[in-house]
């Protein structure tokens, strides 16, 4: 099925769904979930540029997963530099990390981190992600839910 942008119609997948859901399943593997941003992404590209969404995901897998650094560091470290920037990823990071094993002090010590470069919106960005992560996972019970 196309999707209709403005009344044209986006062409049929050029990725079969079996490839679009294993690009997929390594946000599921790492967040917990595909965030809309990347499903947008990938199923827009998976019709208009498969070859471009596939150099794009390379990229993305090696950056993620340097070998020098296990994920829970690298996730961290994200969390901190998006939190930097007050970007709204910055609770993908965060929550990775978490599912990665970060414990809430390591986590705050990345906010205060960001604290000092960033000042005050950076920490309250920062103190906001992590309630609502422990909101989450009190409610769901888990490391593994998808946000509210």
Partial sequence: MSHSQGGE?????????EQLAEL??????LIGFVPPRVQARTDLLA??????LLLQE?????AMY????????????????????????????ARAARRAGATWEE????????????GLPAGNLGAQILQQLVAD???????????R
Avoid at 137 to 147: F, W
Wanted: charged share 25%; proline share 6%.
């Fill in 24 to 29: 997929r399943q390594r946000y599921t593997e």
């Fill in 137 to 147: 996972e009190d409610q769901h019970g888990s490391k593994e839910s998808e946000p």
């Fill in 66 to 93: 340097p070998p020098c650094f296990d994920t829970k560091t690298a996730q961290l470290m994200l969390f901190g530099m998006l939190l930097v920037l007050l970007s709204d990823a910055a609770h993908l990071h």
């Fill in 58 to 62: 390379e990229i993305r897998r090696r």
């Fill in 107 to 118: 986590l705050n010590a990345v906010v205060n981190l960001a604290f000092l470069f960033r």
């Fill in 47 to 52: 019709r208009l540029d498969p070859d471009f």
């Fill in 9 to 17: 119609q986006l062409p049929e997948l050029k990725l079969s769904q």
